[in-house]
């Protein structure tokens, strides 16, 4: 699970979400609930590292969330800290980076199906 480097890549998303979380605050606004929804999606994807196709869904998912995120913080506030500003971007590069680890893989096993 962890020996895979998109494992690594979905714990350092999950860490960093957690991070801006903790300094946002526990208001129950848009923007606290998509980078939420990230950060469990970013760790239910970490276990379903035997469905790849499944945890590419689910890391998708967690990316279209920060996206939300960028757009619900334009909207709601125009002063936003630094910090909620660069987590999420890294956290959203950090997904991404896990996204083409977990097709890389895919493609690996595919191409393995055929020579059976």
């Keep these: 699970m962890i020996q895979r480097i998109q494992s690594v890549y979905l ?3 999950l860490v960093l979400d957690v991070l801006c979380l903790y300094y946002m605050g526990t208001s129950l606004q848009l923007p606290f609930i998509t980078l ?4 469990l999606c970013a760790l239910i994807a970490i276990f379903l590292f035997k ?3 499944l ?3 689910v890391i998708m998912l967690a990316a279209i969330m920060i996206v939300v995120f960028y757009g619900c913080s334009l909207l ?3 002063h936003l800290p630094v ?3 660069i987590v999420p ?3 959203l590069i950090t997904l ?3 996204y083409k680890g977990v097709k890389k893989d895919e493609k690996l096993i595919r191409s393995l199906d055929r020579l059976r």
């Design 11 to 13: 714990l350092i998303a």
């Design 36 to 39: 939420s929804v990230s950060a």
């Design 51 to 53: 469905k790849r196709k």
């Design 55 to 57: 945890q590419m869904k």
């Design 76 to 78: 709601i506030s125009t």
């Design 83 to 85: 910090l909620n500003i």
């Design 89 to 91: 971007f890294m956290v």
């Design 96 to 98: 991404l980076l896990a």
